[in-house]
């Protein structure tokens, strides 16, 4: 009886409603369909395309600066099960598994693929909207500087990749087939050059953090110097162009990542993150310290890093090669880098007694000391895990040493060194008299130091099989739980195998060699 009075109360409730109480939308609800009417609308979901950049750079502590001769990281031997899967990309045993891995640092596939996704919306929508011009120019030069950097990106980490160009509106869009190398770098460099038409020219400081024409000139650059068949001479002219801008270093390289100078006059593009409870702050310094049960001594604030997996200390530790590759006399050292000292207990500081400059640096006998990442080091905090560093992308300093490569590359080596020694004279260093292609190689690796670019660096010069094959080496002798198949250090390692899940999704995907 109850079911047929249900059944009757239904009915005769459909049949009094206005198709209006229907809408199973509620008026809160935003969709795409309902979406993109305005130029507020237009820009709310432009900023939203950003937010991708923030997993990205998280992503690149693991799989650019630990896959570097940068850092390391320091063994747990309580917790063999969640940490093993990251530690597996440092010691070049990753797999097309790696990153679907609960435990791995993040998706950087699908972070890159999203934030794609976001920007194409726009671009596809922006033509057929009522926005002025001179709004829909400034919207589409920062998409399509976005849509460049997530696919340098990928070609970086993965080769070849599917080029997704447009709104995907049903499944046949949803699954293509890679893409070669050169159709990607080329699809790059296209999109930055219509972005740079377009963009304005940063002129005031501190920025805003959105793209610029100084942002989309030096990922230009970069695409130039880095796609297959290379173009120095487009390369050589963007650069130049950026140096006539209004860019300067700052006089002190501390300076540069403090955060009361976010966006500041060396920046040319960062990775913004705010400090507070609304999920935008920032957390690496909380990774890169050692475990310990009390983090006071370093943060100023009483926390614990000492558990399993991400959400721990221990990462991305600079090693004694680092640290001792810098040139007497180098400000950035004591800059970029420090010493805990203190009792060490099963690779856990359980009291943290001292923190000290690596120049000169000599172990205190009877206590344990760690090496860590001192450049994004700016506390005091008030929550664990909650800090208000931007990440840094292109920086000035940046583009003089990727110009000064590019001269080196043209054979070019006088007109390279008023750049480079520009960099080294903030860096409390001489002037260099005559210039190779290590000189500045060396010259990046100390003035980009963990910023996630060492590892690409490499790769760009050719030095990448030698140099990981060397550290390799070294960690073996220093750390005899390394399997013997670690650090097989191989062309295919180049470049990482394309997510599992991906194949599985997408039948049109191939694998790339060597996984």
């Not at 700052?250 to 990775?271: C, G, H, I, M, R």
């Amino acid at each position: 009886m109850k079911k047929i009075l249900y059944i009757l109360f239904i009915t005769a409730a459909l049949a009094s409603c206005k198709k209006s109480v229907l809408d199973l939308a509620p008026e809160t609800y935003l969709s795409s369909a309902t979406f993109f009417k305005n130029q507020a609308e237009f820009e709310q979901a432009l900023v939203g395309s950003y937010t991708n950049l923030r997993g990205i750079a998280l992503i690149g502590i693991y799989e650019d600066e630990m896959r570097s001769d940068n850092t390391f990281f320091t063994y747990y031997s309580a917790d063999r099960g969640t940490e093993t899967s990251t530690e597996a990309i440092a010691e070049f045993i990753d797999n097309s598994v790696s990153s679907q891995n609960p435990n791995s640092p993040g998706d950087r596939w699908g972070n890159d693929y999203s934030g794609i996704s976001k920007v194409n919306t726009i671009l596809t929508r922006l033509p057929k909207s009522t926005l002025t011009q001179g709004a829909k120019d400034s919207i589409s030069g920062e998409a399509y500087f976005l849509r460049a950097f997530y696919y340098y990106d990928l070609v970086q980490h993965y080769g070849g990749v599917p080029l997704q160009l447009v709104e995907v509106t049903d499944v046949n869009g949803a699954f293509l087939p890679r893409s070669s190398v050169a159709e990607v770098y080329s699809q790059i460099i296209s999109d930055l050059t219509s972005a740079i038409k377009t963009l304005p020219m940063a002129t005031t400081f501190p920025q805003s953090g959105r793209a610029t024409k100084g942002s989309a000139e030096m990922l230009l650059a970069y695409a130039y110097m880095s796609e297959p068949t290379k173009d120095y001479a487009n390369a050589e002219s963007t650069l130049l162009d950026i140096t006539h801008m209004n860019y300067a270093l700052l006089p002190n390289y501390a300076a540069v990542f403090d955060p009361n100078n976010k966006n500041n006059q060396e920046s040319l593009f960062e990775v913004q993150y705010q400090q507070g409870n609304d999920g935008q702050q920032s957390d690496f310094i909380w990774r890169f310290i050692p475990k310990t049960t009390n983090a006071a001594p370093i943060t100023g604030l009483a926390g614990t890093n000492a558990n399993g997996g991400l959400g721990s200390g221990g990462w991305n530790v600079p090693t004694q090669e680092m640290v001792d590759s810098y040139e007497a006399g180098d400000l950035r050292l004591p800059a970029s880098i420090a010493v805990a000292e203190g009792t060490v207990t099963n690779e856990v500081m359980t009291n943290i007694s001292a923190v000290k400059s690596p120049v000169g640096y000599k172990p205190t006998p009877g206590l344990g000391y760690y090496y860590f990442i001192k450049k994004y080091l700016h506390p005091p905090y008030q929550v664990v895990f909650n800090t208000n560093d931007n990440w840094p992308v292109f920086r000035y300093s940046g583009t003089l040493l990727l110009l000064a490569e590019c001269l080196v590359d043209e054979n070019k080596p006088t007109e390279a060194l008023p750049y480079i020694n520009k960099v080294r004279e903030r860096a409390g260093l001489p002037d260099l008299t005559t210039v190779t292609l290590l000189n500045v190689s060396n010259e990046m690796r100390h003035e980009l130091a963990f910023e996630n670019h060492r590892w690409t660096d490499l790769i760009r010069t050719g030095m990448a099989i030698p140099v990981l094959n060397a550290k390799g080496v070294t960690e073996k002798a220093l750390n005899g739980w390394l399997l013997p198949s670690t650090f097989n250090v191989t062309p295919d390692r180049l470049i990482y195998a394309i997510p599992y899940r991906e194949i599985q999704l997408n039948n049109k995907l191939t694998q790339n060699p060597g996984y």
